[in-house]
């Protein structure tokens, strides 16, 4: 019996079968398509930190109130500004003796009322410096990011969203007014042009004044976390251990505060989501097993169904081996058919997803496609063996007088 002989038989029992044949390439092609999304989830989630990390800048290097070997920080307590020992600004002006540093920019943050002739909306607010616009290499549609600003001196000003300025001022030029912050006021020099995220909190709709301003508005001395630039990578690691020389005099020889480089965070967030993108694909691969088992389950009832079948082709010459070919290509030909419809599925899925949300990458990494179609081969390979060997035993004699 040829190739192209027996890819037709087995075609051909297939097609005759038409509900069977279907129910087994929906189960592959879910385990297949299970694949494909589950690892766009992880990669897009890996695609997504690491690039809210690479949008900081470059050279950076962040510290963090208290001592958090392990997580870096950024858990509720960082976030209600709580910490074992408060990160102050007289902490991040006193980094300024490093001469290898480029910038430094402290950071507060927390959420207040904004409001203006009349109108009113909750805003995060983030408190810093003007250095904050080039270490989050940020731009300015509109005026100056906090013009006079420095770590110790703090004027009344603000730089807006652009979302912000269109629910608060509408047609009014914004540039120039006073903008109430909580029980602050402050005029407004600048509109923020930049999209996307910092720290987690959306540019477009944020308010941004000065971080004294901010320890007063919040009556909180704590700093979220202060981020310093280096002059060039080559200095970072010797910056680390200034930052924390200089910390831990202040904080009477206690080492109490966390001092992470960004690229370390940004490696380990990378392997980590790996790792997760790998366990997923796991996951979602138990069902191509299911799907084999299924495909195993059904072709033994079909050996028994046709038995008069293998019985003629037994009878006009078919050999042990042949039969055992046959239904081994009608189960490669149904999980690779099952596949390739999972495949097709999932990246249309993934497709219709990125062009729903296309902030978010949600796309399968290369090799997603490759090692589900060759799973899915070798599941209905291993779980064809079975009943293909049970075919090819049969006695033709039997199989045509269809005994069981």
């Given at each position: 019996m040829?190739f192209?002989?027996?890819?037709?038989?087995?075609?051909?029992?297939?097609i005759?079968y038409?509900?069977r044949?279907?129910?087994?390439?929906i189960a592959?092609?879910?385990g297949v398509m299970?694949?494909?999304l589950?690892?766009?989830?992880g990669e897009?989630?890996r695609?997504?930190?690491?690039?809210?990390?690479?949008?900081?800048g470059t050279n950076?290097i962040?510290?963090?109130?208290?001592?958090?070997?392990?997580s870096?920080g950024?858990?509720?307590?960082?976030?209600?500004?709580?910490a074992?020992?408060d990160?102050?600004?007289?902490?991040?002006?006193?980094l300024?003796q490093i001469?290898?540093?480029?910038?430094?920019?402290?950071?507060i943050?927390?959420?207040?009322?904004?409001s203006?002739?009349?109108f009113?909306?909750?805003?995060p607010?983030?408190g810093?410096?003007?250095?904050?616009?080039?270490?989050?290499?940020?731009?300015m549609?509109?005026?100056?990011?906090l013009p006079?600003?420095?770590l110790d001196?703090?004027?009344?000003?603000?730089?807006?969203?652009a979302e912000?300025?269109?629910?608060l001022?509408?047609?009014?030029?914004a540039?120039?007014?006073w903008?109430?912050?909580g029980?602050?006021r402050?005029?407004?020099?600048g509109?923020?042009?930049s999209?996307?995220?910092?720290?987690?909190?959306?540019?477009q709709?944020?308010?941004?004044?000065p971080?004294s301003?901010?320890t007063a508005?919040f009556n909180r001395?704590?700093l979220f976390?202060i981020?310093a630039?280096?002059k060039s990578?080559m200095y970072?690691?010797?910056?680390?251990?200034?930052?924390?020389r200089?910390?831990?005099k202040?904080?009477?020889?206690?080492?109490?505060?966390?001092?992470v480089?960004?690229?370390?965070?940004?490696?380990?967030?990378?392997n980590?989501?790996?790792v997760?993108t790998?366990?997923?694909?796991?996951?979602?691969?138990?069902?191509?097993?299911?799907?084999?088992?299924l495909?195993?389950?059904?072709?033994l009832?079909a050996?028994?169904?046709?038995q008069s079948?293998?019985?003629?082709?037994k009878?006009?010459?078919a050999?042990?081996?042949?039969?055992?070919?046959?239904?081994?290509t009608?189960?490669?030909?149904?999980?690779g058919s099952g596949?390739i419809?999972g495949?097709?599925?999932?990246?249309t899925i993934?497709?219709?997803?990125?062009?729903?949300?296309?902030?978010?990458?949600?796309l399968?990494?290369?090799?997603?496609?490759?090692?589900s179609l060759?799973?899915?081969?070798?599941?209905?390979?291993?779980?064809?063996?079975?009943?293909?060997?049970?075919?090819?035993?049969?006695?033709p004699?039997?199989?045509?007088s269809?005994e069981?």
């Amino acid at each position: 019996m040829k190739f192209f002989d027996l890819l037709f038989l087995a075609f051909s029992t297939l097609i005759r079968y038409p509900l069977r044949t279907m129910m087994l390439l929906i189960a592959t092609s879910i385990g297949v398509m299970a694949v494909i999304l589950l690892t766009a989830v992880g990669e897009g989630a890996r695609d997504y930190i690491t690039g809210e990390f690479k949008d900081l800048g470059t050279n950076l290097i962040i510290v963090l109130p208290g001592k958090n070997e392990t997580s870096g920080g950024g858990g509720p307590a960082d976030l209600a500004g709580i910490a074992p020992r408060d990160l102050t600004i007289e902490d991040a002006i006193s980094l300024e003796q490093i001469e290898t540093i480029k910038n430094i920019a402290p950071i507060i943050i927390g959420e207040t009322p904004a409001s203006f002739g009349g109108f009113e909306r909750d805003v995060p607010v983030i408190g810093t410096t003007p250095s904050f616009l080039s270490v989050r290499r940020m731009e300015m549609r509109e005026g100056n990011f906090l013009p006079g600003v420095t770590l110790d001196r703090s004027p009344p000003v603000c730089a807006i969203g652009a979302e912000v300025e269109k629910e608060l001022f509408g047609n009014t030029r914004a540039i120039g007014q006073w903008l109430r912050v909580g029980d602050r006021r402050c005029r407004i020099t600048g509109i923020i042009g930049s999209e996307g995220r910092a720290i987690g909190i959306d540019l477009q709709k944020i308010v941004v004044i000065p971080v004294s301003l901010a320890t007063a508005l919040f009556n909180r001395p704590s700093l979220f976390r202060i981020i310093a630039e280096a002059k060039s990578r080559m200095y970072m690691d010797q910056i680390k251990k200034d930052i924390i020389r200089i910390i831990k005099k202040r904080h009477q020889g206690k080492e109490d505060i966390t001092v992470v480089r960004q690229d370390t965070v940004m490696a380990s967030f990378d392997n980590i989501f790996n790792v997760l993108t790998m366990a997923l694909a796991s996951i979602a691969s138990i069902s191509l097993f299911v799907a084999g088992i299924l495909i195993m389950n059904v072709m033994l009832v079909a050996v028994s169904q046709r038995q008069s079948e293998i019985g003629l082709l037994k009878a006009i010459g078919a050999k042990n081996r042949q039969i055992n070919k046959l239904f081994l290509t009608e189960a490669i030909l149904l999980s690779g058919s099952g596949a390739i419809l999972g495949l097709i599925l999932g990246h249309t899925i993934t497709q219709v997803i990125k062009l729903a949300f296309p902030t978010f990458n949600f796309l399968p990494p290369n090799w997603a496609s490759v090692v589900s179609l060759f799973v899915a081969l070798v599941c209905g390979a291993l779980f064809g063996l079975i009943p293909a060997r049970r075919a090819s035993k049969l006695d033709p004699v039997i199989a045509l007088s269809g005994e069981k």
